[in-house]
């Protein structure tokens, strides 16, 4: 994990994320069926039909291309997600150690029960995060995709381009956040186990409990 945040790719600035969604600007001075005064007026001087205001502006095609998806964040987000899913296997397989080690249900004596059920607790709120960090990654793209088809519909409005840089900024401090947090996890997991690896196994000295 600390090779990954030293890396070039993690090691970011905003200029460096920044990446233009080729979308054009309209040709200044058109309007959409309006007169000098602001009216509307129809396809004729003597037509009686009236042309509808148009709710943002109709997209044909786009001269330059299709609109790219963040490069910078679609590498940082491959580098990520094989990080994710191989967190979540590895709490699930530290999940199930413990769960088989638990001995029978007594009374009495389960100070080390206990043990495992903390250690149980905390690969299931791994798994978890795992679980919401990819969720969130599709999330983004959802919601990028949204703001784009917004630029395209409304290209003369610059808040909605702000919009989505601010949000591939975020995005690029979430996926570095999150590779931490990838990080932090397996140290947490490493340390726990290390520390009760002999309560983990047996929770209980009375070695006779498997007998019956």
Same mark, same amino acid.
């Given at each position: ?36 005064? +602001?009216?509307?007026? +129809? @396809? ?10 148009? *709710? +943002? ?28 899913? %191989? ?26 029960? +206990?043990? %495992? ?47 989505? *840089? =601010?949000? =591939? ?18 140290? @947490?997991?490493? =340390? ?21």
């Amino acid at each position: 994990m600390e090779d990954i945040l030293s890396s070039e790719l993690f090691c970011f600035s905003a200029e460096k994320v920044y990446s233009d969604v080729n979308i054009p600007y309209p040709c200044e001075g058109s309007k959409n069926a309006h007169n000098s005064a +602001g009216d509307f007026k +129809g @396809t004729a001087e003597n037509s009686n039909d009236l042309v509808l205001p148009h *709710r +943002g502006s109709f997209v044909y095609e786009l001269p330059n291309g299709t609109v790219p998806y963040n490069r910078q964040i679609k590498a940082m987000i491959e580098k990520t997600k094989p990080c994710l899913t %191989q967190l979540m296997m590895e709490a699930q397989i530290v999940r199930l150690w413990v769960q088989y080690n638990i001995p029978k249900i007594e009374d009495g004596n389960n100070f080390g029960v +206990g043990i %495992q059920e903390e250690v149980l607790t905390e690969a299931s709120s791994i798994e978890r995060d795992a679980c919401t960090f990819l969720d969130q990654i599709t999330r983004y793209y959802a919601s990028r995709g949204k703001l784009v088809g917004k630029v395209a519909k409304f290209p003369h409005i610059d808040d909605y381009r702000e919009c989505i *840089r =601010d949000m =591939d900024e975020k995005q690029a401090i979430t996926m570095r956040y999150i590779i931490m947090e990838i990080r932090n996890h397996y140290a @947490t997991l490493h =340390d726990i186990i290390l520390k009760n690896i002999d309560r983990i196994k047996m929770p209980r000295s009375n070695n006779a409990i498997n007998m019956y």
